[in-house]
């Protein structure tokens, strides 16, 4: 066991001194960059939402689950704030961020109502399923994106 522990506290330390490029994105933001620290954007969308979640959702939160009712104005804002469509590209209407972005937003979001969370993630997911339909149509009918 000890053995074990001590291999992956090497592994741990290696990550952490290494580099890491996000693949799976064209964001022009998606640059390789230390585990240890985030971006400018990751930092300042990471604030963003952390001050969503701690001024929006916690107050409110508890209520909501109790009640069994949908936040209909939290949902709302979090649109106006590009959360609903974090990596989906801009062309389709959304924010064009990366993956890790969207991890970012989303581990915020959850911090201060975890039914927003699922909200906002299953709105991603359902924008990302979208962009690649048309891209696929597009490509399958026209010849090109």
Request: proline letters at 2%.
């Amino acid at each position: 066991m000890a053995a074990a522990a001590k291999a992956f506290q090497k592994v741990s330390r290696q990550l952490f001194r290494s580099k890491v490029c996000f693949l799976g994105s064209s964001s022009s933001i998606c640059k390789a960059h230390s585990l240890a620290s985030l971006s400018e954007t990751h930092e300042m969308l990471r604030k963003t939402c952390r001050d969503f979640a701690d001024n929006e959702l916690a107050p409110i939160a508890g209520d909501l689950d109790k009640e069994h009712r949908y936040p209909k104005e939290q949902v709302k804002k979090l649109g106006e704030l590009g959360l609903m469509a974090v990596d989906v590209p801009e062309k389709y209407g959304g924010t064009g961020l990366d993956y890790l972005a969207y991890a970012i937003a989303i581990e915020e979001i959850s911090r201060g109502c975890a039914s927003c969370g699922v909200i906002m993630s299953v709105n991603n997911v359902s924008g990302w399923m979208h962009t690649k339909i048309i891209a696929n149509f597009r490509l399958f009918k026209l010849g090109s994106h």
